[in-house]
């Protein structure tokens, strides 16, 4: 995989984006479906990156509790709910990650 | 003071509480991308081709777990997606101005500078020199960006492998993902990706994040329909 092709395109899609409706502007309208759609775009996908991550180690599926990530994100998971601070949430679940290990 | 430099100002200084907040966040990634195996250039560099935080940290995470380059321009395309709507809601604002000008604002419509633009937008109505203020919020934006990139990929490089930072970068996304889920619609939305991302793990060339994610997509615009 080439990271800078991958950036590349990727960017100019993202700017695409942001051009379209500026350039487009009174030809083109953003249908109400989509815009529905929209909101659902951040929880679906990091979900979609969060859970595997957290619930798969080395390519199995392993809901224990020798798995340190999936117990660290917990940990994260009920940081963020009642802190709703990103840096905190880090340093906890970072925390939790290291004390884990050094149990394990 | 011109009239065009007065905007701009204000634009800047709209997007000071925004800088603080974001510049961490920049720092962030910088240490988190070059632990996830990209260059020094390319995670640099990164911040100012793409310029999209959360699609950034993404496509970090996707490097690190050796993500097909197509899925990783798909999945940048639908995290990004939402930016149509910000020219949406600025196109009338921006609508006489040269297509250089528009080339130039749409490069650095972020998030953070779309939000402080609307509202000063939507109460000062259309004036002539209105587009520095975009301008100003969104050039002190990028700057910050890549400064804070900077020095993140300067201390990451300090940080040894065996402190397990990658993982990191899972715990950046539940601190944006959880604070969202409050109501219905969002926590299924979450949960069915997440649960179809399991299911479709072994899927070749890691299309089940796409899978999961219109799963998700959908299931949450099915629920808020029926309500």
Same mark, same amino acid.
């Given at each position: 995989m080439n990271i800078w092709l991958v950036m590349i395109i990727g960017g100019l899609i993202t700017f695409g984006m942001r051009f379209s409706l500026i350039y487009l502007f009174g030809r083109l309208e953003i249908p109400e479906t989509m815009r529905k759609a929209l909101h659902y775009v951040p929880p679906a996908? #990091?979900?979609?990156?969060?859970?595997?991550?957290? #619930?798969i180690r080395d390519g199995v599926l392993d809901v224990s509790l020798g798995n340190t990530r999936l117990l660290a994100g917990i940990?994260?998971?009920?940081?963020?709910?009642?802190?709703?601070?990103?840096?905190?949430?880090? #340093?906890?679940?970072?925390?939790a990650l290291f004390v884990l290990q050094w149990l394990g | 003071m011109s009239e065009a430099r007065r905007n701009f100002i204000e634009g800047v200084r709209a997007e000071v509480p925004l800088l603080i907040g974001v510049f961490p966040f920049g720092m962030i990634y910088g240490a988190l991308a070059l632990n996830a195996g990209l260059s020094n250039a390319a995670a640099q560099m990164m911040s100012s081709i793409v310029?999209?935080?959360?699609?950034?940290?993404?496509?970090?995470?996707?490097?690190?777990?050796?993500?097909?380059?197509?899925?990783?321009?798909?999945? *940048?395309?639908?995290?990004n997606l939402r930016h149509m709507l910000y020219s949406a809601?600025?196109?009338?604002?921006?609508?006489?101005?040269?297509?250089?000008?528009?080339?130039?604002?749409?490069?650095?419509?972020?998030?953070?500078? +779309?939000?402080?633009?609307?509202? &000063? +937008?939507?109460?000062?109505?259309?004036?002539?020199?209105? &587009?520095?203020?975009?301008?100003?919020?969104?050039?002190?934006?990028?700057?910050?960006?890549?400064?804070?990139?900077? *020095?993140? *990929?300067?201390?990451g490089a300090a940080i040894p492998e065996s402190w397990s930072l990658d993982f990191a970068l899972p715990l950046t996304f539940i601190a944006m993902v959880v604070p969202v889920l409050k109501k219905q619609p969002m926590i299924a939305a979450a949960l069915s990706a997440g649960f179809t991302a399991i299911l479709a793990y072994n899927l070749p060339f890691k299309l089940g994040l796409i899978l999961a994610a219109l799963v998700g997509i959908a299931v949450g615009t099915i629920l808020e329909g029926r309500k």
């Open positions: 996908v #990091l979900s979609a990156i969060i859970i595997p991550e957290l #619930l940990v994260a998971i009920i940081t963020a709910w009642f802190s709703r601070s990103t840096l905190l949430t880090i #340093l906890v679940g970072m925390a | 310029f999209a935080g959360s699609a950034q940290f993404i496509t970090a995470q996707l490097v690190h777990d050796n993500t097909p380059a197509l899925v990783i321009i798909l999945t *940048i395309t639908v995290v809601s600025l196109a009338p604002y921006l609508k006489d101005l040269s297509l250089r000008w528009k080339v130039l604002l749409s490069y650095l419509l972020t998030d953070e500078a +779309y939000a402080p633009s609307i509202l &000063h +937008y939507e109460k000062e109505g259309l004036q002539t020199h209105k &587009h520095w203020f975009l301008l100003g919020a969104g050039f002190s934006l990028w700057f910050n960006w890549q400064v804070s990139t900077a *020095i993140g *990929i300067f201390l």
